[in-house]
Structure formats: C-alpha cells, structure tokens
C-alpha cells in the first residue's frame, strides 16, 4: 500500500484525510453557498491534490511525482469535497425555497408535494 501512497498510511490519514480533507470540506461548502456548478469542485480538487502531494514531500519525505498517489490523494479529497458540496447544496435549497422543496435525506431534496 505504501507503494501506492508514496507515503506512509499514518501520514496519508494525517496529510490527506485530515488536513487538506478539512480544507476539501470547507472548499465544497463555499461552492455550494455560493451557487457554483459542481464542476468546480473537481478542479479545485484539483489544485488541492498537487498541495496534498507537496505537503507529503515537504513535510514526511513522500514521494512528490507519484501518479498512483496523486490520483488516490485527489480522489479522497475530491470524494470529502463532494459530499460538503452535497450537503451544503441539499440544506440551501430546502432553507431558501421552502415551498417548493423539501429534504428527501441528508444529500438530495425533492419537490414538496400538494396538500390534499
């Protein structure tokens, strides 16, 4: 597994799950309360890999051009990010448009149906 990381799992957890996690997290939260299209989440994803990366070397001495570890660092980040994009996008709507729509579970809504 550390092969595939360039790093080890403790640093990968603290690194990626953690830090840059928490900064993915409130990534997707500023889109969504700001109305942006989801396609800016996979790019700052993006960006937020190649930090993820740098951190690793800089910080623990992983390895800095790994392909196998970029992409599993930017797919958790991008995975944290989406679902802060999900959560904040769901709780905004349903805030803002209450007679049109109501929570249908924790990441999605649905259109609030005639009372009879």
């Known amino acids: 597994m550390e ?14 799950v953690v830090l840059v996690g928490f900064a993915a997290f409130m990534t997707g ?3 969504a309360s700001t109305w942006r299209p989801l396609r800016q989440v ?4 993006l960006l937020l890999g190649f930090a993820d990366r ?6 623990f001495q992983g390895e800095l051009l790994l392909l ?9 980040i991008f995975t944290i ?18 007679w049109l729509y109501e929570r249908a579970g924790i990441f999605s809504w649905r259109e609030r ?4």
């Open 3 to 16: 092969a595939l990381l360039g790093t080890t799992l403790p640093v990968f957890f603290g690194i990626t």
């Open 68 to 76: 196998s570890g970029y992409l599993i660092d930017t797919a958790t």
């Open 42 to 45: 996979f790019l700052y994803s």
């Open 113 to 116: 149906r005639a009372k009879s």
């Open 54 to 59: 740098f951190f690793t070397w800089a910080l």
């Open 81 to 98: 990010a989406l679902l802060a994009f999900r959560l904040t996008l769901a709780r905004r709507v349903t805030a803002q448009y209450p």
């Open 29 to 31: 939260q500023a889109l």
